[in-house]
């Protein structure tokens, strides 16, 4: 079976083709353009926690301000991170995986970027940047599809370049930015950094979406690309001069506790059916939680790192280990060492086969796996009485995680999808197959998990907390 989208959908779908890079994969793309030798660490690391930690009311919050296509750079790293784990399925999710974008200042300038929790970068076009293709031809700025025409220098007072330095992020399959380097005054939802390090774009080979201009990565210092002098041809890869990323330097500075937490919600089906339209898209909170109701249910685990080529463990994505799922016919399944990354750029959960074969079948009526797009599909009539406060039929499902049971609404099991060939409404579920159940594999708890926690990083400890939301 295919399944269609509309007019609207396909266009956002064509830009995703086109779509660039993070910073992620540069030092393993640099260093080795064939294999991404990204692995699991072993042993996995386990921290000394009974109860959750308290975390605070967040500072300052930001709202999700669009959705833009999860961007090919971004897929790519977490398909060789996946691929990696022996068997794990190359299934990678639906089409539809989005990543969120913010609005973010920068020298009194605005700009939509890209949250990425997978980098650490953050960089902006300079305005008159040279745009190219992939074969490294000169072409218009347009087509790039960065949303506005750069940044600018000269309209900053705040502004200071950092000489003889280079901004420079190049992949395997010939997408780069590169350009100088700076400072100015970065504000993200009230947060407001001095003297923040970022990247001026002078020359870029991007597939952007339209809609951002750029990208602010969440994640550690060492993922960070700025080199010494001024050629980025004289570059070498681990040649970094590392720097402290905008939370980084925030939590430095002192203006804010360590934790950011990620918060999506889950919006109506409407909403969910023309999803790039989605109004309701939740917060990025930085210092602590963001203003939402949550559950007395609450734990914190370490997050768990991978190996990159023979270098040392980085923290690339939230990973964390799972104990278990449980719903009507979990009992019997035996989940060894099974890993999930919270990921807010994948839709589903791809979980354990048994656990995905497992959890369809309990539907009622049961799901069906289809062939042509390796899916489980669900019957639509559930969606429509599951939004009316009637679950009946979706079994309930819920994700053990430090000990705690955190329940996934049934609304967010049952996913419009677009219709077929015929015209008919088509829903998946929630639960897919995410490869076999092996010691190692990991696995993805998408958005259908992430619309019913609050998740925040501790950047110092290096774990994350999830609390449970109330009903919504
Ligand atoms: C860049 O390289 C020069 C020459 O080796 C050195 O003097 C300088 O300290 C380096 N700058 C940074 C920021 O590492
Ligand atoms: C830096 O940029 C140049 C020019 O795009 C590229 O050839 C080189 O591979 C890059 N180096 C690194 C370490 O990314
Ligand atoms: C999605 O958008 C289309 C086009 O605007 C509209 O016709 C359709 O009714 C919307 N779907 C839902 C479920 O609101
Ligand atoms: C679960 O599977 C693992 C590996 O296949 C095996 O070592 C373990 O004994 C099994 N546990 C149970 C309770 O069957």
């Known amino acids: 079976m295919r399944l269609f989208r509309s007019p609207r959908y396909n266009m956002v779908l064509h830009f995703a083709l086109l ?47 669009s959705k833009v296509p999860r ?23 639906t089409d539809d995986n989005e990543e969120y974008a913010t609005s973010i200042t920068v020298g009194g300038q605005n700009f939509e970027v890209i949250d990425d929790t997978g980098s650490s970068d953050l960089f902006l076009p300079q305005v008159g940047f040279q745009c190219f293709s992939l074969s490294d031809a000169s072409v ?76 602010v990565g969440f994640a550690f210092p060492g993922l960070t690309s700025v080199f010494n002098g001024s050629n980025p041809d004289l570059d070498v890869p681990g040649g970094q001069v590392v720097y402290q990323p905008f939370f980084f330097k925030a939590v430095e500075d002192e203006l804010v506790q360590p934790f950011f ?17 989605d109004p309701h898209l939740g917060f990025l909170a930085l210092g602590g939680i963001p203003p939402v109701a949550v559950t007395g249910t609450s734990a914190t685990v370490p997050i768990q790192g991978f190996s990159i080529s ?28 099974s890993s999930a990354i919270l990921d807010t750029g994948t839709t589903l959960n791809l979980l354990p086969t048994p656990v995905a074969n497992a959890y369809n079948a309990a539907f009622d009526p049961p799901g069906q796996l289809d062939p042509g797009s390796g899916l489980f599909l669900v019957d639509c009539s559930l969606l429509t009485k599951a939004t009316n406060g009637n679950s009946k039929g979706i079994p309930p499902f819920s994700v053990v995680i430090g ?36 010691d190692g594999n990991i696995f993805i708890l998408g958005d259908v998990f992430l619309h019913n926690v609050v998740s925040t990083f501790d950047v110092q400890r290096e774990t994350i907390t999830l609390h449970e939301r109330a009903k919504y």
């Open 19 to 65: 779509v660039a890079l993070n910073g992620l994969l540069l030092a393993t793309a640099a260093a080795a353009p064939d294999t991404f030798n990204i692995r699991r660490v072993v042993p996995q690391r386990s921290i000394d926690i009974q109860n959750a930690q308290i975390i605070p009311q967040a500072s300052f919050v930001s709202s999700f301000s």
């Open 261 to 277: 937490s990620v918060t999506l919600d889950r919006g109506s089906v409407a909403a969910r059916t023309n999803s790039t339209l």
């Open 140 to 215: 218009p700025e347009a087509d790039c599809f960065f949303c506005t025409a750069g940044f600018d220098p000269a309209k900053s007072r705040t502004f200071k370049p950092f000489n003889n330095m280079n901004f420079n992020i190049t992949f395997a399959d010939q997408e780069f930015l590169t350009g100088g380097v700076g400072f100015d005054t970065v504000s993200i939802g009230g947060l407001s950094v001095a003297q923040q390090e970022f990247g001026v774009v002078t020359k870029a080979a991007w597939n952007g979406d339209g809609v951002t201009s750029g990208l």
């Open 403 to 438: 000990g705690k049971v955190f329940q996934v609404d049934g609304r967010d099991n049952v996913l419009p999808a677009g219709t077929d060939e015929n015209g008919n409404e088509v829903c998946i579920s929630g639960v897919q197959d995410g490869g076999p159940a092996e």
């Open 71 to 93: 961007r090919a750079a971004k897929k790519r790293a977490l398909l060789e991170l996946r691929r990696s784990a022996s068997k794990t399925s190359t299934i990678i999710g």
């Open 310 to 337: 023979s270098g040392a463990s980085e923290l690339f994505f939230y990973d964390v280990d799972v104990d278990k799922y449980t719903f009507p016919g979990s009992a019997g399944i035996n989940l060894t060492g």
